[in-house]
T-cell receptor, first 113, second 113 residues
Framework: DAGVIQSPRHEVTEMGQEVTLRCKPI?????LFWYRQTMMRGLELLIY????????DSGMPEDRFSAKMPNASFSTLKIQPSEPRDSAVYFC???????????FGPGTRLTVT | AQSVTQPDIHITVSEGASLELRCNYS??????LFWYVQSPGQGLQLLLK??????LVQGIKGFEAEFKRSQSSFNLRKPSVHWSDAAEYFC???????????FGSGTQLTVLP
């Protein structure tokens, strides 16, 4: 069984550029979560979806961040324009209906110079 | 609101020694509790979970955890640590109708040869 898939694994970009992170949840899972991990703030939930619908985006730091889930097998997190303080590891996780444990992808390490 | 405290930022043990990582939670009712492990450059892997029933739960890699309601604790244990257990460990809680995991700040485990 394939786990959660994220791409790219590493992204280096210059300040002001648009960045798109991608996630494919585990097949059959209907919840999808986006997290950000930094040394200073630890793991933060940015947004989560249920059946492709955003449920809680209160963790999205600014309007520069947006997330979409056009179908059950794909989600994107976009940062436009990117800033150096966005440098972090971004994780996607998924879980199934009726179960609370989440399964994490390998993460995307974003560096904004 | 639920919260998780991991009082130990860093723990060092010798290979073969026993291990206990502490986790305290705050939640009004019976929570769902989890332990995750993160190796360097990797995503978070679920070690074990507690929902109800037997308060001593077994997980993968020889880990176990005990739920103690009176102490609001969910400590992780392993009788004999292996060098490959060196990683960061996160305790997490979810409660009620919420789907979001609330993570502790993590405990970094170093294993000495």
């Amino acid at each position: 069984d394939a786990g959660v898939i994220q791409s790219p694994r590493h992204e280096v970009t210059e300040m002001g550029q648009e960045v798109t992170l991608r996630c494919k949840p585990i097949s059959g899972h209907d919840y999808l979560f986006w997290y950000r991990q930094t040394m200073m703030r630890g793991l933060e939930l940015l947004i989560y979806f249920n059946n492709n619908v955003p449920i809680d985006d209160s963790g999205m730091p600014e309007d520069r961040f947006s997330a979409k889930m056009p179908n059950a097998s794909f989600s994107t997190l976009k940062i436009q324009p990117s800033e150096p303080r966005d440098s972090a590891v971004y994780f996607c996780a998924s879980s199934s209906k009726g179960r609370y444990e989440q399964y994490f992808g390998p993460g995307t390490r974003l560096t904004v110079t | 609101a639920q919260s998780v405290t991991q009082p130990d930022i860093h723990i060092t043990v010798s290979e073969g020694a026993s291990l206990e990582l502490r986790c305290n939670y705050s939640y009004g009712a019976t929570p769902y509790l989890f332990w995750y492990v993160q190796s360097p450059g990797q995503g978070l892997q679920l070690l074990l979970k507690y929902f109800s029933g037997d308060t001593l739960v077994q997980g993968i890699k020889g880990f176990e955890a005990e739920f103690k309601r009176s102490q609001s604790s969910f400590n992780l244990r392993k009788p004999s640590v292996h060098w490959s257990d060196a990683a960061e460990y996160f305790c997490a809680v979810v409660g009620g109708s919420a789907r979001q995991l609330t993570f502790g700040s993590g405990t970094q485990l170093t294993v000495l040869p």
